[in-house]
């Protein structure tokens, strides 16, 4: 029999690629969604409603199986932790009553050795939180996905297109595996199939472990434009965040969480996924040539 799937954070980044994902797979799809205007996947359930209240939640998981928790808040408010908590507290007691299956959240990746920022503690957090519902979790952390309509990608791109010189901080030296959104999509829908994934976490990555900086410099290589990186003597992450919600025209508080992962390393601290789910994953390089030539 064909599981009922649920997604929330449909019009996200993650979400809108995985819908069509799951579609072609065979999967018979539910969307939850704030605006059903914004929701141009045909062929789905739409059900539209808010995660802040818990009737829609409720609701909205009624007669389904499995259900992905993809939802963020950084760009609704600078205090997008506490709305996550209730996103995530909703959800997970929607699930419990509804005797769903099974929850997949996509987070972030963990590391104990480096200060976490206030968004990769949220999503530690709303992790938690959905564990304590009696529905069965699986959770995928994951670094930079390399994606169009990716925040992150976005950056880097509008960034290194637009200037020739680049001032980078020289304290910035933390390490990321960023990953392709096609293994993203991989993995997220191979936790469906694969028994050997419930209950667990797991952190994805790419094939490259880089510095942020070398983000910027290969991704120069791969359009063919030569950049140069001028070192700053300090890191401010106020102004980096500035700068970038100017030149990207994002909401400053979504910019900011992001510039503050900087600080922070996103390195997988293990592989376990690959042999449940074996697969070759994209180099950076590779990653950002299949979204900008395809």
């Known amino acids: 029999m064909m599981k009922k799937i649920l997604v929330t954070g449909a019009t996200g980044f993650v979400g809108k ?14 969307v939850f969604v704030r605006d059903k205007k914004r929701c141009k996947i045909k062929g789905v359930d739409i059900f539209e409603g808010d995660l802040i209240r818990k009737e829609d939640a409720l609701k909205a998981l009624k007669n389904i199986d499995i259900a992905y928790f993809l939802v ?16 995530a507290r909703n959800f997970s007691i929607a699930c419990s009553k509804n005797n769903v299956k099974r929850i997949i959240y996509l987070g972030g990746i963990i590391d104990s050795q480096t200060l976490l920022s206030t968004h990769l503690q949220s999503r530690k957090v709303v992790g938690d939180i959905l564990r304590k519902s009696k529905t069965k979790v699986t959770e995928l952390r994951a670094s930079i996905i390399i994606g169009k309509g990716s925040i992150s990608f976005e950056i880097i791109k509008k960034i290194v297109e637009k200037f020739p010189v680049i001032f ?3 304290d ?3 390490l990321c595996q960023p990953i392709a959104l096609k293994d993203v999509l991989y993995y997220l829908e191979g936790c469906v199939r694969k028994r050997e994934t419930i209950g667990k976490i797991f952190d994805i990555g790419g094939k490259d472990i880089l510095e942020y900086k070398d983000l910027l410099l290969l991704y120069g290589e791969v359009i063919g434009k030569k950049i140069v990186i001028l070192p700053l003597p300090f890191f401010s992450p106020k102004l980096y965040s500035y700068l970038i919600s100017l030149i990207k025209r994002q909401p400053l ?18 592989n376990r996924i690959l042999e449940i789910l074996p697969k070759e994953p994209l180099s950076y390089k590779m990653a950002i040539k299949t979204e900008i030539f395809n």
């Open 168 to 170: 980078f901080s020289k």
């Open 172 to 174: 910035i030296n933390s």
């Open 253 to 270: 508080n979504l910019v900011q969480a992001l510039i503050e992962g900087l600080q922070s390393n996103t390195v997988c601290q293990e």
């Open 17 to 30: 690629n995985l819908v069509p994902y799951l579609k072609k797979k065979g999967y018979k799809v539910r």
């Open 72 to 87: 963020h808040g950084m760009s609704q408010t600078s205090k997008f932790e506490k709305l996550e908590k209730i996103y």
